[in-house]
């Protein structure tokens, strides 16, 4: 009989196994002790995703500080400083990761440490900090109110109130963190309306619902114009979804499973019901949509109404692209957009969509997008943490180093979060601009 061989590594496209958070087998302390060993041993190995993030490198100086210089002189409850390092990007998974299914050696990397994350939360909840940072819906409502908004941003913008504000819950004086608008997304787009005849292209229905998201209506509303202004541009029929809550991605990142739950079960009927009525789904925000298109329906993969959303949701350029490969898309540009760089949001490259949003911006004559495909070290919460701000400026430094370099005359990500990271930090950089604001100003909207 032949030994068995086993490969080093795979060229197979990436294979993602449901989340089986709702069995028992889930919730075992012991075999996910047992199974974080084994795939820090795998990676202790091959050390190929060392420039990624922080969690590898506190892995591996975990290992190599140990008594054995392998993963067995590991005190095990130092796992947990690995753990709280990952904040679920997927870029290892998706994009370095040789030991990824169909491997035999089956490492799931990100969803092993939100199993980790889940069972700690589940155990010991999470700090009243944390908890407030995910509650993105309540906490916007709240301090959208007319005139709250006012006094918050200008307390957000105090220098000793930042101080205060980091001694007191935890986050960093010299962190962005988002304005509040009360004449939010929803508000703004009422007087754009329009009604156009749909027409289905490809995939495409030519009529798509905003799922706004919290960030999107209230922290940056302005983007919701300049949706309109494009797709309408684009002969699309657009129109708001009726009313949403949090996509429950940062739920997911610390690991509260249940208020995921939740956060489906109230959004998914009503997305559901958009489709039913033909509508494509699209949001402005990559980790939104990835959570429509990955999350949700690796947990819940017997949810018919999931899985319904999640075929009709779009990256909002992928979907201008597939009606451009129809020649459904408006190149009638009446301004170049000049040197453009373009930091390609990791939320958005695990979709394996390519990079539509630079595809479709080097349409326009006379401009240059150089993606930049490295993260920004945000993550929405990780580089607000007074513990983990200064990481993630460190991990920020790649984007910053091509960026400052090429002294661009728009810099852009499609994520407002990553981008405000990063411009806070360049020297070159003055502001950031979403995608969709270039694109309605190349088309003189």
Same mark, same amino acid.
């Given at each position: 009989?032949?030994?068995?061989?086993?490969?080093?590594?795979?060229?197979?496209?990436?294979?993602?196994?449901?989340?089986?958070?709702?069995?028992?087998?889930?919730?075992?302390?012991?075999?996910?002790?047992?199974?974080?060993?084994?795939?820090?041993?795998?990676?202790?190995?091959?050390?190929?995703?060392?420039?990624?993030?922080?969690?590898?490198?506190?892995?591996?100086?975990?290992?190599?500080?140990?008594?054995?210089?392998?993963?067995?002189?590991?005190?095990?409850?130092?796992?947990?400083?690995?753990?709280?390092?990952?904040?679920?990007?997927?870029?290892?998974?998706?994009?370095?990761?040789?030991?990824?299914?169909?491997?035999?050696?089956?490492?799931?990397?990100?969803?092993?440490?939100?199993?980790?994350?889940?069972?700690?939360?589940?155990?010991?909840?999470?700090?009243?900090?944390?908890?407030?940072?995910?509650?993105?819906?309540?906490?916007?409502?709240?301090?959208?109110?007319?005139?709250?908004?006012?006094?918050?941003?200008?307390?957000?913008?105090?220098?000793?109130?930042?101080?205060?504000?980091?001694?007191?819950?935890?986050?960093?004086?010299?962190?962005?963190?988002?304005?509040?608008?009360?004449?939010?997304?929803?508000?703004?787009?009422?007087?754009?309306?329009?009604?156009?005849?749909?027409?289905?292209?490809?995939?495409?229905?030519?009529?798509?619902?905003?799922?706004?998201?919290?960030?999107?209506?209230?922290?940056?509303?302005?983007?919701?114009?300049?949706?309109?202004?494009?797709?309408?541009?684009?002969?699309?029929?657009?129109?708001?979804?009726?009313?949403?809550?949090?996509?429950?991605?940062?739920?997911?990142?610390?690991?509260?499973?249940? %208020? !995921? =739950?939740? $956060?489906?079960?109230?959004?998914?009927?009503?997305? *559901? /019901?958009?489709? #039913?009525?033909?509508?494509?789904?699209?949001?402005?925000?990559?980790?939104?949509?990835?959570?429509?298109?990955?999350?949700?329906?690796?947990?819940?993969?017997?949810?018919?109404?999931?899985?319904?959303?999640?075929?009709?949701?779009?990256?909002?350029?992928?979907?201008?692209?597939?009606?451009?490969?129809?020649?459904?898309?408006?190149?009638?540009?009446?301004?170049?957009?000049?040197?453009?760089?373009?930091?390609?949001?990791?939320?958005?490259?695990?979709?394996?969509?390519?990079?539509?949003?630079?595809?479709?911006?080097?349409?326009?004559?006379?401009?240059?997008?150089?993606?930049?495909?490295?993260?920004?070290?945000?993550?929405?919460?990780?580089?607000?943490?007074?513990?983990?701000?200064?990481? %993630? !400026? =460190?991990? $920020?430094?790649?984007?910053?180093?091509?960026?400052? *370099? /090429?002294?661009? #005359?728009?810099?852009?990500?499609?994520?407002?979060?990553?981008?405000?990271?990063?411009?806070?930090?360049?020297?070159?950089?003055?502001?950031?601009?979403?995608?969709?604001?270039?694109?309605?100003?190349?088309?003189?909207?």
């Amino acid at each position: 009989m032949s030994p068995k061989i086993i490969k080093e590594g795979s060229l197979e496209a990436p294979t993602r196994h449901p989340i089986a958070w709702q069995t028992e087998q889930y919730w075992d302390e012991d075999a996910l002790e047992q199974e974080l060993e084994r795939v820090f041993d795998i990676c202790h190995g091959c050390r190929r995703c060392v420039s990624l993030c922080n969690a590898f490198p506190t892995l591996f100086d975990l290992v190599d500080e140990s008594a054995t210089f392998e993963v067995d002189g590991v005190d095990k409850a130092d796992y947990k400083k690995v753990v709280d390092e990952c904040y679920l990007c997927d870029i290892c998974y998706m994009a370095k990761c040789p030991y990824v299914p169909p491997h035999e050696w089956n490492v799931d990397f990100p969803h092993l440490m939100l199993q980790a994350k889940a069972q700690d939360f589940k155990k010991n909840g999470t700090s009243l900090r944390n908890k407030l940072l995910a509650s993105t819906d309540a906490v916007a409502k709240l301090v959208s109110i007319p005139i709250v908004d006012v006094t918050v941003n200008a307390m957000n913008s105090n220098k000793t109130f930042r101080k205060g504000l980091e001694k007191v819950a935890g986050v960093h004086h010299e962190a962005v963190v988002p304005k509040y608008h009360s004449k939010t997304l929803r508000k703004r787009v009422k007087s754009l309306a329009q009604t156009i005849e749909p027409t289905p292209l490809g995939r495409t229905k030519g009529k798509v619902a905003l799922y706004a998201t919290c960030y999107g209506n209230y922290n940056s509303p302005e983007l919701g114009e300049d949706f309109y202004k494009v797709f309408q541009h684009n002969n699309i029929q657009i129109e708001m979804v009726p009313k949403e809550k949090c996509c429950g991605m940062p739920k997911l990142e610390l690991g509260d499973l249940e %208020a !995921v =739950k939740a $956060a489906k079960e109230a959004n998914i009927p009503v997305l *559901a /019901k958009l489709v #039913d009525e033909g509508y494509d789904l699209i949001a402005p925000i990559p980790s939104c949509v990835l959570m429509y298109k990955q999350e949700l329906p690796l947990m819940f993969p017997d949810d018919e109404e999931v899985i319904k959303v999640q075929k009709a949701f779009f990256d909002p350029f992928e979907y201008l692209h597939l009606r451009h490969k129809k020649d459904g898309f408006n190149t009638d540009f009446k301004q170049s957009l000049g040197d453009v760089s373009y930091q390609v949001a990791c939320h958005l490259r695990v979709q394996n969509i390519g990079i539509k949003t630079k595809d479709i911006l080097s349409l326009v004559p006379d401009t240059e997008v150089d993606a930049i495909e490295r993260c920004s070290g945000h993550d929405g919460t990780y580089a607000v943490k007074k513990e983990t701000h200064k990481t %993630a !400026v =460190k991990i $920020a430094r790649p984007v910053l180093r091509k960026l400052d *370099a /090429k002294e661009p #005359d728009h810099f852009i990500s499609d994520c407002p979060m990553a981008a405000n990271h990063v411009a806070n930090l360049s020297t070159k950089v003055d502001k950031a601009e979403h995608p969709m604001t270039l694109l309605r100003m190349a088309y003189g909207l």
